[in-house]
């Protein structure tokens, strides 16, 4: 354990920090090294995180659950072996269960960490690892996706040469599935029905005969009992009606239907929208590299689902010059602050920074190889 003081640039004030590097050794355990810094020593809490390997470096582990408290304890670890899907290691707090997904199913635990059900997208819809809400009703909110045949000759997008598709094409795209709490299904709704197929970024237009289209990577039930869905590929949020599955709004990409007010860039491959508490959306704008570059953003956008105006009233930008390829998330907790996940971050081995309403930096959690979590989360107390 370190102790020193750190002069902020923002406040040109001291910070007290206590860094701790926790290590294999100390504990006996053979969870993966890592570096907290905590900012503010009056914070609380608990942080899930679901490390797996990607990219270059070796890692230390296999991919694993952790939970680690305020002070960089490491409260609870399990490694989950050669699985490399593992992810979205969270509370469902409309239950008090812990869930997580692997191999094609997401698994509740109780209290005691044993797993005590399972749910997956049924009739004939490919399960889809990237996000399962349970709702206040006891529902489950799920994505996964369907495989479709396609003349996509006509299209000349492909492999950034302006090449057509396959006559035979196989098209994924994306479906929403809600079950009951007795695994019923009582909504499905299928983005082949609603969306064009120029809507999609052409960057991930790589293969003329196999295209992901939508890249479902989120999921949520708005308050007004409708449901957002993130389509990472059409860097698109898009609104549906719960009872008709009409679309009743596209935020960003080439459907765009929103004015954008302080974003004139808008989002690229996002992740995680959220509505949080004060009505607005939370999003996780992963970026891309080129001209103009676009760094990986927090961001929290204050919608006008009249007028369909989107202005961005808050972001976060930890390294300007760093994008990130893939996963992150980013959630508002009750006091203000705010987890950022960078998730596939390059150039940086930070995994996630919780930062105050004011920017400041509460805790910050580093890996020193290529782990990295889809997700990561805080609560201020746990359900056991």
């Known amino acids: ?47 899930f995180l679901a490390p797996l390997p990607l990219g270059v470096g070796t890692p230390i582990n296999t991919p694993s659950q952790m939970i680690i408290d305020h002070n960089a304890n490491v ?26 997904s692997t191999a094609n199913k997401f698994r509740l635990m109780d209290s005691s960490f044993t797993i005590i059900d399972s749910v997956r997208c049924k009739a004939g819809i490919i399960p889809d690892d990237h996000d399962m809400q349970v709702l206040p009703n006891g529902h489950f909110l799920l994505i996964g996706y ?50 064009s197929f120029v809507d999609m970024d052409t960057k991930w237009l790589s ?20 449901i957002l869905v993130s389509s990472r590929h059409l860097n698109e949020i898009t609104k549906i009606n719960r009872t008709t599955g009409a679309v009743m709004w596209r935020l960003g990409g080439n459907a ?23 009505g607005n959306i939370t999003l996780f704008d992963n970026g891309e590299p080129g001209v103009p570059f676009h760094p990986a953003t927090a961001k929290e956008y204050q919608l006008d689902e009249t007028t369909l105006t989107a202005t961005l009233v808050w972001s976060y930008v930890n390294e300007p010059s760093i994008y990130s390829t893939a996963m992150g998330n980013v959630q508002r907790h009750a006091n203000g602050n705010t987890l950022i996940n960078y998730g596939w971050y390059r150039g940086s081995n930070t995994l996630f920074t919780v930062v105050n309403p004011s920017g400041a930096k509460v805790f910050e959690l580093s890996f020193p190889d290529s782990l990295r979590s889809y997700r990561s989360f805080y609560y201020p107390t746990l359900p056991f």
Not at 153 to 180: C, H, K, M, W
Not at 207 to 226: I, K, M, Q, R
Not at 257 to 263: A, G, M, V
């Open 1 to 47: 354990m370190y102790l020193f003081y750190y002069k902020s640039l923002r406040t040109f004030c001291l910070l007290l920090l206590i860094k701790f590097s926790v290590c294999n050794s100390l504990i006996g355990q053979s969870y993966p090294s890592f570096t907290a810094t905590i900012y503010d020593s009056l914070s609380s809490g608990y942080y």
């Open 75 to 100: 409260v609870y670890y399990k490694s989950v072996g050669s699985a490399i899907n593992i992810g979205d290691f969270k509370i469902q707090e409309a239950i008090g269960q812990i869930s997580y």
């Open 256 to 278: 765009n239907q929103f004015t954008f007010t302080n974003d004139t860039e808008m989002f690229k491959a996002q992740h995680d929208i959220r509505r949080i508490t004060n």
């Open 207 to 226: 293969s003329p005969t196999f295209v992901d289209f939508t890249h479902f990577n989120a999921v949520e039930l708005d308050t007004d009992g409708n």
């Open 146 to 195: 369907e495989n479709v045949t396609m003349d996509l000759s006509s299209y000349n997008l492909f492999s950034g040469t302006g090449a057509p598709g396959s006559t035979t094409a196989t098209v994924r795209f994306g479906v929403i599935q809600e079950q009951d709490a007795n695994k019923n299904i009582v909504f499905e709704w299928h983005s082949k029905d609603y969306f």
